[in-house]
């Protein structure tokens, strides 16, 4: 780095240039080059803290509980001391609440800023951490308190609440009794679960009950695992080690049964006692149920149905009422899997928009009320991710795809009645946007590779756009190494999209270790136009010279059906195919070290590495992996058998897949690591591994974290992050 250093405006000529004259302008220019460069020095110069990540050192700038006012074109966010909230249009500012007023309405003296809180109705503000609502009038604050706690699910507007208590117990309680406790139903039993999501958390479930739009309705599941063979979980925290068993369905055995039931409000209310009755589906429909979603005059109830094998689906429409089945709207065949994921989006006149893959990508459909396709809204050899909102005039959907790219984010806007497109966000990287309820503006969250964070308020024709503030970036004194994303091809000529981290510092007349990090399982996408792309322990693995290496291969998300679904029945062979496309790709890289290549990968990943590992046992010196599938008959139902049909129907693709036979191949270093409470891979994937490699006189190192679920969350994970560089260090460097 060249610098140079300008001293005429010091005006050290006038003095005569004796030999101490001189050697004091030496030092002072030595002193004052030092000053400039020392900087630089200090910039970029520190590893990465693994502590911090989890402390908040590396926290990006951000504008506090950034959030849209209903039915208004405002927005509010807090800083230190204010609420505050502006008008998109004329871009004024005022404050509406201050943190004095907060103390005063609330009773809480010792508050230091006004805590996290989310809009209830343009006038109405609950703040979950004080448990309160505050409703404004004119100039002035009322206050709501005593609201339920524990809530799992919450018509704040309406004041109804679904909450459980520690006994698993569900509550409805309605601010039209006082909130007194209303049991969501009676019909319980020992292996009956309400308020939970069920199906383990497949096809887009993340909730145990949907309040109707206007909440005189519940919608509840019921799921009975009376059947289903109970998994041991140890708990060593107990004086005596103890079991606890969870319900856990592997492939090919009996499932869970679930049903749908709908609480009755009003009527729950007035008698003071559970009113309720349950949706008459049938198991020949389909067992698995799932998008539920009420019309929005509440009089039905829409289930999508997916059949054991998934590859049937049927949106069904039933009657509210009494539950009874009205007609089947939409079928759905797929002779590998169909994945029903996204609800239905009605428009005012009961037409409805559905998505869907059937042509080979991800789109959008428009059905009348009887379920009679109207036109498909969106094609191409792209996908839409997410929908978002409709305008008021329900003329234009705006939704977020990759379109463009598909390691990027776009908020795009269609308009329903020709097709046309419009890309809103055009700018490379991800985009986040937060609508307004009419659509007319949106806040825009911006990253890349280079871009921490740019927020930015955009309207929806295109015709403004007002930057709110771009993050600093927290990183900025760590010494990064660069990042790039692009493709290679595999022996099916398919792009497969891959990210290289180079070291700090870096020089291409060394030879440097490779580490790959590998997951390369279905719902994936780990190379995407994010900043600090793939996680900052990569990035502080870079800076221990290691090239970090990354691709996503087939069977990953948002490249098309096909490019997805092809490993259907035979996991692990086109994944594995596509991988050492990517290592062959390293190797012809003149700074890559090909005798020390290694692995690092989780759950799907650690299937893929143990695959890799015991199919081409000399390509990699070392490997690291955690959580990993073993044996896909014991991986669960409804995941386990989408991708690989029952083992009595695919004996072939599961004896293909399983490691057990093969870890006599292996011959690189190996770390296996699992949580002890493993609820998604049980740890009888890895002990069983263990065992073999035992008895094949395999050498590997095992590690189990005893109190961890899927993986090791929180700040624990920095022992894991050690654990991982200590062992690749001994093996690569």
């Known amino acids: 780095m060249k610098i140079d250093v300008n001293l005429h405006h010091y005006r050290l000529d006038y003095i005569k240039p004796d030999f101490t004259f001189v050697m004091m302008k030496k030092c002072i220019i030595l002193f004052l080059s030092l000053c400039m460069f020392l900087p630089l020095l200090s910039a970029q110069t520190n590893d990465i803290d693994l502590e911090g990540v989890f402390t908040g050192k590396y926290r990006l700038d951000d504008l506090r509980n950034l959030s849209w006012r209903p039915q208004y074109q405002q927005y509010s966010y807090l800083n230190e001391h204010d609420l505050l909230l502006v008008d998109a249009a004329a871009g004024t500012e005022r404050v509406l609440l201050s943190l004095e007023q907060l103390k005063t309405i609330s009773g809480k003296t010792d508050l230091k800023r006004i805590p996290a809180f989310q809009w209830v109705t343009p006038h109405e503000l609950f703040f979950p951490s004080l448990q309160i609502i505050l409703v404004q009038q004119d100039s002035s604050w009322d206050i709501v308190s005593g609201l339920p706690k524990h809530a799992i699910d919450q018509s704040l507007a309406k004041r109804l609440f679904v909450t459980k208590e520690e006994q698993g117990q569900v509550f409805v309680q309605s601010e039209k009794n006082g909130y007194e406790k209303i049991l969501l139903c009676t019909d319980t039993g020992k292996y009956i679960v309400f308020g939970e999501t069920v199906h383990r958390s497949e096809w887009g479930i993340d909730e145990g009950q949907y309040i109707s739009p206007n909440a005189n309705f519940i919608a509840f599941y019921r799921m009975d695992e009376g059947e289903v063979e109970a998994y041991p979980l140890v708990n060593i925290n107990t004086p005596m080690a103890t079991v606890e068993p969870m319900k856990y369905p592997m492939a090919g055995k009996t499932s869970h049964r679930v049903t749908v039931g709908i609480f009755d409000v009003n009527e729950a209310v007035s008698s003071g006692k559970p009113a309720f009755h349950y949706v008459k589906t049938d198991i020949e429909d389909g067992e698995f149920l799932t998008n539920v979603t009420f019309s929005p005059d509440e009089k039905r109830l829409y289930i999508t149905h997916l059949n054991r094998a998934q590859n049937h689906a049927k949106l069904i429409e039933y009657d509210v009422a009494s539950g009874n089945k009205v007609k089947i709207l939409i079928e759905e065949h797929d002779d590998r899997y169909v994945e029903p994921d996204t609800r239905m989006m009605f428009l005012k006149n009961g037409n ?69 497109l419009r890309n809103l966000t055009p700018e490379p990287g991800t985009h986040s946007p937060r609508f307004s309820d009419d659509g007319a503006y949106f806040i825009d969250y911006f990253q890349s590779l280079t871009v921490p964070r740019k927020i930015s308020l955009n309207s929806s024709d295109g015709k403004r756009k007002q930057q709110l503030l771009e993050s600093r970036n927290p990183y900025e004194d760590c010494r990064l190494g660069e ?79 096909e490019f997805e679904k092809c490993i259907h029945r035979c996991l692990g062979v086109l994944e594995m195919e596509d991988q050492l496309c990517g290592v062959d790709y390293l190797k012809r890289l003149p700074y890559i070290d090909s005798t020390r290549l290694g692995l ?28 990993p599938v073993v044996d896909w008959r014991k991986y669960e139902v409804m995941y386990g058998e989408r991708y690989m049909d029952t083992p009595e129907e695919n004996p072939e693709g599961y004896a293909q897949a399983d490691i057990l036979p093969k870890v006599k191949n292996i011959r690189s270093h190996l770390l296996v690591m699992h949580g002890a409470q493993d609820h998604t891979v049980v740890w009888q994937h890895s002990l069983q591994l263990l065992q073999q490699a035992v008895e094949e006189g395999v050498e590997l190192d095992y590690f189990v974290y005893p109190a961890h679920d899927h993986n090791v969350r929180g700040i624990e994970r920095v022992h894991l992050w050690k654990k991982l560089e200590k062992f690749h260090r001994m093996y690569l460097k």
């Open 352 to 420: 409805f928009i559905w998505q869907s893959d059937r042509d080979g990508w991800n789109h959008l459909y428009l059905y009348d009320k009887n379920g009679k396709l109207l036109k498909q809204i969106t094609s191409g050899n792209w996908e839409v991710i997410k929908t978002l909102v409709l305008d008021q005039k329900e003329e234009t959907l705006f939704f977020i795809t990759n379109k463009d790219m598909p390691t990027d984010r776009y908020v795009y806007a269609v308009n329903l009645k020709n097709g046309s």
């Open 483 to 561: 990042s790039s994303i692009f493709s290679i091809r595999n022996n099916s000529r398919d792009e497969l999209y891959c990210r290289l981290i180079l070291p700090p510092n870096f020089d291409s007349a060394k030879s440097y270790p490779c580490l790959i990090y590998v997951y390369g399982g279905p719902h994936s996408q780990m190379v995407t136009n994010t900043f600090m792309s793939g996680g900052a322990f990569l990035y502080y693995l870079s800076q221990q010279d290691y090239v970090i290496f990354t691709l996503d291969n087939r069977g990953t998300a948002y490249r098309g059906a």
């Open 600 to 627: 690092d990968g989780w759950s799907y990943g650690g299937f893929l590495i143990l695959s890799l590992l015991s199919t081409y046992p000399d390509v990699f010196k070392a490997a690291s992996c955690g959580g």
